[in-house]
């Protein structure tokens, strides 16, 4: 029982980052305010840890385990998002008998922020979707998916904007495109819109408008696609843009240790994460601003 009550809080390894060319000379983390972000992805419906005999796998995940982690954090520095990039259905019996109900309602307990919407999450069809929606207490954001003429409109904002020890953090999400990955029956008259266009308007939104000190794009676009370079990645996404602080990725179950650095189109440094799938990690990056400027960045995953 006493192993069962432990949770593993391993980070892999981490990399400290700076942003926009400032030096670590021009920082001082003791008078920084210090954001943190919390993220995960693929979860899939995976409530329970895994069993002590599933391979690599074994003894890992579990949301109680997550649970404990994110408290002891939060504890740490009130000052924490957390955050999720889709596919939260789909994967286990769970999901099958009480349709995303259990999943919603566990990650409201959480306190999620905010999550954008991944291809599974359509499984149980769009109204099936929005049939669960009452049980999220938190927010979604899709920017690329149009629901205008669907049972979904209304229930997505292009972005949030969250304000965290004066800091003001903009969100905003994207999805990859649904055509020939799922069933027209499933999403109805969802129209796809390019990812590259929306969030080059979406971060110009968020910097220049609403004034954000921080921009993040929750994605399931997928990380990297090498034998398919026209398609939209998450990296690709980054040197494409510009204003964008923050890719948290999802879909293609990549298990980063340490956030990828991209130099977006005017050269200055994006990070782009991912922690797998199942729940089996918890992304971290802690952000310290000076002068409402993000300088420094640590990102590490942990191992639940």
């Known amino acids: 029982m006493k192993r069962r009550e432990f949770v593993r809080q391993t980070v892999a390894t981490g ?3 700076t942003l926009g060319g400032v030096g670590l ?31 690599r796998n074994s003894n890992k995940g579990g949301v109680a385990r997550r649970a404990a982690v994110i408290e002891k954090i939060r504890q740490e520095n009130p000052n924490t998002l957390l955050l999720d990039a889709g596919d939260i259905f789909q994967g286990t019996p769970y999901f099958n008998f009480y349709g995303g109900e259990l999943e919603f309602k566990l990650m409201s307990m959480l306190k999620y922020d905010v999550a954008t919407i991944g291809n599974h999450d359509f499984d149980n069809g769009i109204e099936g979707l929005v049939a669960q929606l009452p049980h999220a207490k938190f927010k979604f954001v899709s920017a690329n998916y149009d629901f205008t003429n669907t049972v979904m409109d209304t229930f997505t904002k292009p972005y949030e904007v969250l304000i965290r020890d004066g800091i003001r953090i903009g969100v905003f ?7 020939g990955l799922v069933m027209k029956d499933l999403y109805k008259e969802t129209k796809y819109l390019n990812p590259i266009e929306i969030a080059q308007d979406m971060s110009r939104i968020l910097k220049t408008e609403e004034k954000c000190d921080l921009v993040i794009c929750l994605s399931h676009l997928g990380y990297n696609y090498k034998k398919e370079p ?8 980054a040197k ?14 990549t298990f980063l240790e340490k956030p990828t650095i991209v130099k977006n189109s005017k050269g200055k440094n994006v990070l782009v994460n991912q922690v797998g799938c199942y729940g089996l990690y918890l992304g971290r990056i802690d952000f310290y601003f000076d002068s409402q400027k993000a300088t420094t960045v640590y990102g590490s995953s942990i191992v639940i």
């Open 240 to 253: 494409a843009t510009e204003n964008i602080d923050l890719i948290i990725g999802g879909h293609t179950h």
């Open 173 to 179: 999400g994207l999805g990859i495109e649904l055509e």
């Open 230 to 237: 026209n398609k939209v990645s998450d990296l690709s996404l």
């Open 25 to 55: 000379s021009s920082f001082s983390e003791s008078n920084a305010k210090k954001i943190t972000i919390l993220h995960t992805n693929d979860v899939h419906s995976h409530i329970d840890p895994f069993g002590p005999e599933d391979g």
């Open 15 to 17: 990399a400290l980052v």
